[in-house]
């Protein structure tokens, strides 16, 4: 198990930004593929982007395209979401993922690692 502590959650009005953080406690971070996703009430867990293991391939899910930004640190052992132009139907708990693969997938369950969460609500 890899642990991950996403912090960077919080309120903010629509318009505006935020940036979510995931540190993973391990030593070979440069080997896993890292992903955020995120799942409100009553809602299925939805694909929010990923970055392979070097940085330079990412995806994004169609609803937050144009907007969201991921990017790491392999020498942070970090991974990044910065989000702008922040919706009211982008609130929902974030959840960073962790797969020690180079093959990239937006599947929830292709992912072994998960942090703990971070709530990001936007209001009008």
């Known amino acids: 198990q890899v642990p991950l502590v996403a912090s960077g959650g919080g309120w903010v009005l629509a318009g505006g930004s935020l940036r979510l953080t995931c540190v993973a406690s391990t030593r070979t971070f440069d080997k896993y593929l890292m992903a955020w996703f995120r799942q409100g009430a009553g809602n299925e867990r939805e694909f929010v982007s990923t970055i392979n293991r070097v940085g330079d391939v990412t995806y994004y899910g169609a609803s937050v395209k144009g907007r969201f930004t991921i990017s790491r640190d392999n020498e942070k052992n970090t991974v990044y979401l910065q989000m702008n132009a922040l919706r009211l139907e982008d609130t929902s708990v974030y959840y960073c993922?962790?797969?020690?693969?180079?093959?990239?997938?937006?599947?929830?369950?292709?992912?072994?690692?998960w942090g703990q969460g971070t709530q990001v609500t936007v209001s009008s």
């Open positions: 993922a962790a797969r020690q693969s180079a093959i990239v997938t937006i599947t929830p369950e292709m992912y072994p690692h």
